[in-house]
């Protein structure tokens, strides 16, 4: 079992940054692949970016690509998304997910991921 706590969302202005970190806890962290989802009001639950578990390799939505990037910190157990220049359309409860580690290919199949947190809100005003 591996718990997962997401922290870092709040309401925030139209081109800032955030962070937002997902803290693990129980089986080895270094041994999952990382993602991040969101899930906007009355929208299905999508991918935004993921890690793989040795933190090398990283993939991302073409939605965020270029403005978000992930990150991951094997000793602390935590993993990180640092978004910038948010927009408005970036609204959305944030979820972090760990899967088993295996291939990129799978990083963005939201079906692989076996623990989920909680989420946390990120809002974007205009």
């Known amino acids: 079992q591996v718990q997962l706590v997401e922290s870092g969302g709040r309401l925030v202005q139209a081109g800032d940054s955030l962070r937002l970190s997902c803290a693990a806890s129980g089986r080895t962290f270094s041994s999952y692949d990382m993602g991040w989802f969101r899930q906007a009001p009355g929208k299905e639950r999508e991918f935004v970016g993921g890690i793989s578990w040795s933190g090398v390799s990283t993939s991302y939505a073409d939605s965020v690509k270029g403005r978000f990037t992930i990150s991951r910190d094997n000793a602390k157990q935590t993993a990180y998304l640092q978004m910038n220049s948010l927009k408005p359309e970036d609204t959305a409860v944030y979820y972090c997910?760990?899967?088993?580690?295996?291939?990129?290919?799978?990083?963005?199949?939201?079906?692989?991921?076996?623990?989920w947190g909680q989420g946390t809100q990120v809002t974007v005003s205009s």
């Open positions: 997910a760990a899967k088993t580690a295996g291939p990129m290919s799978r990083i963005t199949m939201i079906g692989r991921y076996d623990y």
